[in-house]
Structure formats: C-alpha cells, structure tokens
C-alpha cells in the first residue's frame, strides 16, 4: 500500500477481448481511485491488448493495494506489473574506459530526470574509478578475461545481489554478457549499441558505417537478450554525416546519440512506461 | 446509427473529476461496444480532461447511437463531438497560383490518406483550373480584390453553403480571410503558413528568415482565426538551412515543408484527432 | 562551347598531392574565367582529392572550352567530368504500379527542380499510363517475366538507346535489373529503396521493419550495380515510428520519405553534385 | 612561423572579383603550402565573397607566415583573420546556477572536442563551485546587482584581461551584458538562448512557448551584441513536443537542445569556422 499522495502505474498486456479498458478503469473507480493516465494499445494481428494506467489512490487507499490490482488484472488474464510512482528501482551501471554515456547517465541522475536510486558503477577496468567516486559512486572493478570469463561474472551476479540492483545499464561497457549470466541476473539490463540496429551489428560500427558509406549513422537502446544485438529495441536515433566526416568525426558524433538514446530508454523503463513482448517493445511515452 | 462493422469517434474535453475514463468506458461496455483505441490527457494546470475514445458499437447498435453518447457526456460536464468513422467531411480547398500544396493534397486524398470528401477546388485566380479540371474536381474562380471584398467573401460563402463544406483548408491561397467570414462559415478553415510561428509572422516569411540568418526553417498548419498566423497550431516542422541556401532555395525547400506539415494536419483533422481548446491544439497521433 | 552567360560546372577526383588547387583555379583564372562554386575534399586514408567547381567562363569563352579543360585536368592525373550548367540530361523514369514517386518527380520537374529533360515514362505495367500522358509525357509499356528477362531488357535497352536517355530512375520500380543490362545501358541508374540501407535490404522491408520493432524507418537513394541493394548510396532519411503504427501506417509514412530521398538523388545527380568512387559518393551540396 | 606538421586557417571575406580563389591558391602554392581544405561562398545578392581555406606549409615554412598571408589578403581588399591550428584560444565561460551547460562543456573539453583552453569559470553565484573545482579548474564569482552593474562588470573585464580571455561563452548566465561591457571586451562572446529565435526572445521563453502551443520547441547560439537576442545566429536546433509536455517537461527536453547547440557553436567558433558579416554567420562546417 502506498501513501494517499502517491500514484500508482500498472502495465498490462494479455488477450484482447471487449471490456477490458471498462473494467480496470472500473474496478479503480470503484474503490474512489482517479485516474491520471491512461494509455492502451491493441495489436489488432496478433490480438493483445496493451495498457499502461496511473492513478491517484483515495484516501483511505483501497484502490492502492498493489497485489490487489494485480490478483484482478490476472482474472482478465492479463500479465501485470504495478508499482508505486514513487518506488525507485536500483540502477547499476557498468562500464569500460569510455565515459560519456556514464558522466551523462549520473549527471542526468543528480538532476532528478531519472526516476531510480544509481547505487553503484560496475567496471573491467579501474579507469573511471576516481570519476565516479567523485560523483560519491561506489565504484567496484571486476576484471574479466576469456579464460576466467564464468567466474568473472559469478562475481558480478554476487554483487548485483548484495546491491539488490534491479536494472542493469550497460553504459559502453565493452564485454558481451553471457546468456548465463542474464538468466541467472533476471532482472532487465539495457544496452546501447552505436548503430542504427539492425545495420551494422557486432563490432565496430562506425568503421562499418565508413566503409558502406551511409548518410546517417545511429544508436540504439535495447534490452540485452542472449542474442546479441538482436533484443528489443526501447530507443533508436540517427545524425547525419557527409564525406567530410571521417571515422573519428563519426565516433564524436555518435557519443552524442549515444548519450541522448540510452538516457531516454533508462528514463523510460523506470517510469514504467516500457512493455516488452515478443521481441518488440511498447513505449507508452 | 452507423452499421455495425464501423466504429465510432468522441472527443471529449471539460472539467476533470474523478471516474470519468471508468464513466465514459462503462457506458460503452454496458452497450456491448468494444473500445478499440482510447487515449486521454489531464492538463493539470487547467484542470481540464481531454479524452479521443473509438468503439465498435454492438451487433445490435446500441453503443452506436452518437446523440445518445453525446447526451451522456454532456450530462458529465463534457463539450464532445461524436462521429461514425465512416463519417466523411466534405472539404473544400482553397488555392491561388502557387500548385504545391494543391497537387499533394489531391494526390493524397486519391491515395486514400485523407479520411473526407475533397467536393471542389476554390480560388481568386484561373491558373489552377486545367490541373483542377484534369484531377476530376470541380473549380471555381472567385476573384477577390480589396474594394469589392464584402461581396467576394459572402459569394464565397454562398457557394461553400451549396457545396456543404465543413473543412476549408487554405492550400497557399493568398488572401487573409476577413473575420467576418470566420464567424459567418462558422467550420474549421485550416491554413498553412511558411515559417515556424511565432517566428516570422507576416509576409514574405522566408524572406525574412534569409534576412535574420536562421538555421532552420518551418511551416506551420494552424485553425484560421481572425488574429492573422495567431490561431491554434496544429503541427509545426523545420528543415536546415545554411549560407548557401538563397531565398530560392529557402523557397524550394519549404514547399517540401509546406506540404508534408499541411497534409498532416487535415489528415488528423479529418480522423478526428485534434481538440482545440483556448488558443492550443490537443493532437492525439 | 557554351554561351558567355552559362556557367561550367567539373567534378574531378584522383590521387591528391599539392597543388591541385591552385593549378585548376589558376587555368580558370589565366583564361578569365571567374569561379563561382569551389568545393574540394581530401579522403586523407584514401589519398583521394575530389573537386567540385564551377565558373562563369571569359566573355571570349576561351575558359570554356569543356574538352580543353578536361584534357587539362586529365595531365594533373584526375578523372574528370565537365559540363555546362545549362547542358540537361535526358532522364528516363521506370515505373510500376505506385504512383507516389511517379507523381512527385514529374511535378518537381514541371516547377523547374530538376535540371535535366524528363523524356519519358517506362513501365512494366500499363496502369500509370492514363497518368503519364495526362502530364504530356511519352509512356511505353514493356512487360517483364522470368522466363522472357533478357529479351525484355533488350526491348527496354533498345528504347533507351532511342530515347537518348542519360538516366535512368527507378521509381518504385518492382523488378531487378541485370547485370548485364547495366552494363550494356552504361550509364548511371538510380533506385529507391524503402529502407534505411544496409538495413532491410531485400523484398518487404516495412514488413521486416514491423517484425523487428524498429524506432524509425527509412529510405535509401543509391545508384543500381550488379549487386542488388549494394550500389553506392546517394541520400537517405528516416521517419518516426512508434508501436501504433501499422505495417499499412509505415508504408504511408514510408512513401513521403521515398518521394523526397529519391527527388533529392535526382537533383543533385542533375545538378553534378555527386561523384562516386568505390562504393561510395561524395555529394557536394 | 608554426611548426611544419601544424596547418594554417585563413578566414576571408570582401568584395567578390574574378581570381580570388586562383590568386589565393597561388599565393600557398608559390611558397611551396599544401592546400588540405578549401571552402568558399559567394553571396550574390551583397556581391560578398568569403573562404575558409586550410594548408599545410612547406618545410622551410615560407607559407606559414600568418602576417604574410594576412597582408597579401588585405592588398586583395579582404578582411582577413588567420592563425595555427593549433593555437588554442583561451576560452572563459560564465555561469549562474543551471549547470547542464557548464557539466557538457566541461567534459567536452576534457574529451578534446573543444580547440581551446577553458582558463576559468565565473559566476554571479557560489553555486557551482565546488563543482568547478572538481573539475580542476578556477572558479571566480562575482556577484551582480542591478545598483552595481556598472562595477561588477569593471570586476568581470579587469579578470578577463588578466586570464586574457578570448571568447567568452554564456552558459545560461542569467545577467544580461551590458553594451558597454561587450564594446570593452572586444572580443567575441557566445550566448545560448533557449527558444528557436526570433521567436520566444526575453525571459521565460518555455513558459512563452507552451502558452502559444507550439509543436516544436528550440535553442539558438548566437553571437551577443548589444540588442538583447538580436545578434548573428550561429547554430539552432529543435525537439518535437505534444501537450503532453508540461512546462517542467520542456525545460527538461531544452536542457538536451541547449548543451548540444551551444557545444557546436563554441566548437565551431574554436576552429575558425564561423564568419561574421552583418548580422549573420557563415559556418563552414
């Protein structure tokens, strides 16, 4: 239950069938809830129903209960997740030596646009350690190597549970997360590519992106999957570019998509405004 | 009553209070309509709720009787506008010589992208007949000068009277319509000005942004009013300009701007998506 | 030779080394002409020097002799392209059944964007006939099967020879040209392709588009070679998309991106902006 | 004289005649220089012609003469400003307490985007100290008030001459320089003004913007001169917004626009790419 000036966000997506947008907002106003937003989406082709719903509970808060809500929207035989506007997820980022997407990620975060607690920077190397311990970031360097790569990320995933992280925000960081490792973290991890998805997957994009010669270059947010590269997109963004860029005027270029994209898909996905289904995302934004 | 395999449209906007999006989606419900798009908006400041709900009425049409939804909005404080999406609004354009804004709204209404019923083409100059002529559309001249307008004007109303128009849409047509006229035609007229408004207000607008050195320049679709390039803007767009870009080129450039920002706007007109409230559009894309 | 009052207009490129400047400004200027456009750019990995340049050639015309310069330019190592700004090529226009691209080349050139002479309008259908002659244009229909390819493509090799024709556009233009009728035709032919490049190459790529749940779609002028989606890519653009859009709302939105990407190719083609070396252009805009 | 690997940037601008590309070309050539970028435009309607022109010297250096060259331009009746490239302009910006722009030209700086030195910060705050020294770098307030101005800015010009600042950059600074503290400083100082001018100038320009309903909002750098928002635009930029936005959600998305335009601006004054002529900017990106 939540205080009485608080709001609340459920996403739903299930089966459509007639009634559904009726009954959730019934079921709120019954129990003196006021709806603020409200947003849904059908997939007419593959017949689901989508909904992002916030609303102010009353005050003695019996439209608040959360689990309540949720037990509801499962007899509707929707998949639901509700929360509290005012929870605040616990982000870990991980990075590498690059560090324009985490200064923007922790300055976006000291000003208040991201609606999550930054509890700490992960890294393979030591680079950013003074850095992030002057924003007052914990910082922890795990090496990882090829060889020792399944304990290098056994150590990650004990980490991550004693900081209770609750996404994960992969901020340039330069190593590819195993499938084990996300199976066993469970827990949503974005990751910006530096291309426009689906051209130019794997390594080194902007040389890439030189060499075919393309007008645009771009960046990608999405949520990490086993397939690398191929989860669901939440952000893209493009620039454009001439002949007279070279690939070093690209990567310059590129930080700032980089910066841009990634800060707009982590905002997103801790206002909740995410839903991910299949291999696509609805951003209720 | 609109057949069953056709859905209908409401925008509604008033006074915000609690229940209404469980109100308006209960009374369709309990008609065995099924809300297939619903999208709401609360301007916190204003204290006013905006609301664009479709639905597909019920076998037997219950849910399908538009002045039996507008009463019942009505009775919840709402001002509301209902409509069979089937429901085409005849639509009169107006031209004077330039012919890009013409041709891109014909061809599109022949594509099939605008959702109303282009009856006739209407201007103060010959030129555009033959291509009027060639599309199949009737054209009528009605030339306008400054000592005979009064009488200009009411022969243009007339005829918009015996065409049932209930769109104008100003395709570059190069006369300002007299308040008078506004109030007697008593529809939507929708008129597409060369710049970024407020920027640029007036004549010559692209002269003028040559002349001021901007970077960027815009078209702007807006509802006519009787301020001249002060009514209710619709959709806005810039393109980028540089030093080598003469005003010809700035000219060029914005018929592309012209056009794309135009044919958008009537389009969401046409589909019912936008709210004018005040001096501001509520657009629901 | 052109008249004293037509400017020249040479593309140039070739191994850079010093000099190159100054010794193709310095024969202009020796022979009084005086250079109105110079746009030159170094690919410093490459070692390749391009030029762009234009001048208005001495009343005695002694600068504009077109052979004289190239066979100069040519003894400074350069590969060389030189025409009089006022020299219009003859443009052949391939089509299929969509009209957008169709309709928006042929109105741009009638107001006079494009430099060059649309001869005529070649289809493998015969449904844009009615169309084409509306606008005065010739209209040949060709049919095109699997089984009869090659001699089809003579038919059309045939005809262009006839035509004069200096480039060919295709507009939408729904089947694959050979190999072998690229070389033959041997000059330039530019294609329209409904995504951004290298992404979604091949056929349906709005469909491929949906079913990866992209952020943007986009649109790829290029120039045809042998390999299908793969020629040096000329222009391209991007649109906005979110999940609403259907696969119905990312071809519409998608047909406003090919109009202008593929306009905006032809142009700069005409207008000599665009030099090609390996896969890719420089564009001198 | 500059050291043989460092190139020479020229900016030129004056009355356009036949052979000053040839004649300017020459003179590097002559001397054994190594144009590597040369750019040039004439505007037509002022008969004005201006160039960016770039080159390597010889070994002996006879071409690096900056005073040289600078001479031999003037006798060509071109205003003319020259200098290595790399030599680093010292560069002072001024804050109050938004730091959105202080952080990205900060970091910016330290990832060797920015051509020039970031002597020190001043403001008319203590806020951002703490931050400032973070960064390593001095940070000097000095408080103004409306009864004090006159002295204030004597405080401000006396530590500009004794940090020998050559570009000051307005960080959203919120005290409006005086004309005689610009006509005293002598050099050139750059301002982000956080609305598309000229619309929205003067104060609360997001509040301006929501009220008039605009779709788009903007930010423009530009040269300050002694009319307030009125002086030569060097970079605009703009983001799209709905009436979703509220005014706080505007100023978040601003932010974005303000760090990115102002950022290109100053980079592209450090390089020398920007010309002043009357009260426009050519920008030879």
Redesign the interface.
């Known amino acids: 239950m939540v205080s009485n000036n608080t709001s609340v966000v459920a996403l739903l997506h299930g089966p459509d069938r ?6 959730v ?2 079921w ?3 129990r ?14 593959a017949g689901i129903f ?1 909904q992002r719903i916030e609303w102010l509970p009353s005050a003695n808060g019996a439209a608040a209960d959360e689990a309540d809500f949720a037990a509801y929207a499962r007899t509707l035989g929707m998949a639901v997740r509700v929360a509290a506007s005012t929870r605040r997820p616990r982000l870990v980022v991980f990075v590498s030596k690059f ?2 997407c985490f ?1 923007d990620l922790v ?1 976006r975060w000291k ?1 208040g ?1 991201l609606a999550g607690d930054l509890v700490a920077i992960v890294s393979n190397h030591p680079d950013l350690g003074a850095a992030a311990r ?1 924003y007052g970031l914990p910082f922890h360097v795990i090496p990882v190597a090829a060889a020792t790569k399944p304990a290098d990320e056994a150590r990650q995933l004990e980490l991550l549970r004693e900081l209770g992280a609750e996404l994960v925000v992969l901020a340039r960081y330069m190593q590819v997360l195993s499938a084990d490792f996300l199976e066993k973290f469970g827990r949503p991890v974005i990751n910006i590519h530096h291309s ?5 997957a794997g390594g080194k994009p902007y040389h890439q992106a030189a060499a ?5 270059i ?1 960046a990608t947010a999405h949520y990490a999957t086993r397939d690398l590269d191929e989860g ?7 620039a454009r570019v ?3 860029h ?1 690939v070093d005027d690209l990567v ?1 270029k590129g ?2 998509l980089e910066k ?1 994209v990634l800060a707009q898909a982590v905002r997103w996905h801790l206002e909740n405004r995410v839903l991910v289904y299949g ?5 209720f934004d």
């Open positions: 007639p009634g559904l947008v009726a009954r907002a019934g709120i106003f019954e003196g809830g006021n709806i603020v937003h409200a947003d849904q989406h059908s997939d007419a082709d989508f560090d324009h200064h300055l000003a646009e002057g426009f998805l689906p051209a130019f075919r010669g393309v007008k645009l771009g669901p997109i939440i952000q893209q963004d493009v001439t002949h007279r070279s310059r930080r700032d841009t291999n696509k995302t609805v951003v």
